[in-house]
């Protein structure tokens, strides 16, 4: 396969993370070299990827790593007013010198937000979380796998566009799949060829399939059931790896995974 940039975005709760550390995985275990992103200002996905919840707590997300963005940019973050910063940094060496290792083909680096208005206009610091997402550099046969923040800043102009895939996750909702038609419109606009809705969470499929074509016709459309044990695994600290096979989420997006991305 060639190599692959996938966008999962949506609303806030929809299951961004837990999808992203779900594909991450079954990418992972079919052979492929994985890199997922954390772009969300309240990073998570280290846990749900598979990180002790310790280490988890302990990371500094590339933004917040204020000597790094120094480093790169020439500024500190809060101290771009009136400060020249270099809007093209270096990132070539991020992901190595960054990125932490899960398993032999899978890492993960947590960038932290790129929303300028979330950062309280750290400029430099979303200079660098841009770059790093624009030109990061696919290696052969390499997915990236990005964790988006809840809302629309990624499909800002110079960003999402370079996603070959950006997947729409909601929920099975009226408001929530209007919110999801707006944010693929966008997708659509910017050129990124493949749009595909994630409903979850869902309990009555027959009835979600009828609100999707009510709402937005058209679109390829994946349902994931809702598991009311998703708390408990929360709770238990347990990575998406080791949630029970049969869970409605783990089936549901390996059903997903293998229709979009399997043979
Ligand atoms: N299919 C599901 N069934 C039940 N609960 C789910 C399901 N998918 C996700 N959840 C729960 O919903 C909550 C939000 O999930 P998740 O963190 O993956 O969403 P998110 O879109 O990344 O959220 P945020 O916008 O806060 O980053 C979590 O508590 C998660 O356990
Ligand atoms: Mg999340």
Known sequence: MRSM???????GGTGKTTVSALLSHFFCSSGHDVLALDTDSTPNLAMSI???PDISKSIVPLVKNEDLV?????ARPGESWGVFFNLSPEVEDIVEKYGIKIKDKLSL???????SAKQGCLCPAIALARSLLKHILLKNDQIVIVDAEAGAEVFGRGLAEDFDYMLCMSEPTLRSLEISKNLIRMADELGIRNNVLVVNKVVDEERAIRLVKRVVPGVRSFFVGYDPEMSSYEEEGLSVERYPKNSPV??????????????
């Open 5 to 11: 940039k996938i966008l999962v975005a949506g609303k």
């Open 50 to 52: 598979g990180v002790s």
């Open 70 to 74: 120094e480093e790169r940019t020439g």
């Open 109 to 115: 680096l947590v960038v932290g937000s790129i929303d």
């Open 250 to 263: 783990v089936v549901g997006v390996r059903r997903m995974f293998d229709l979009l991305f399997g043979r």
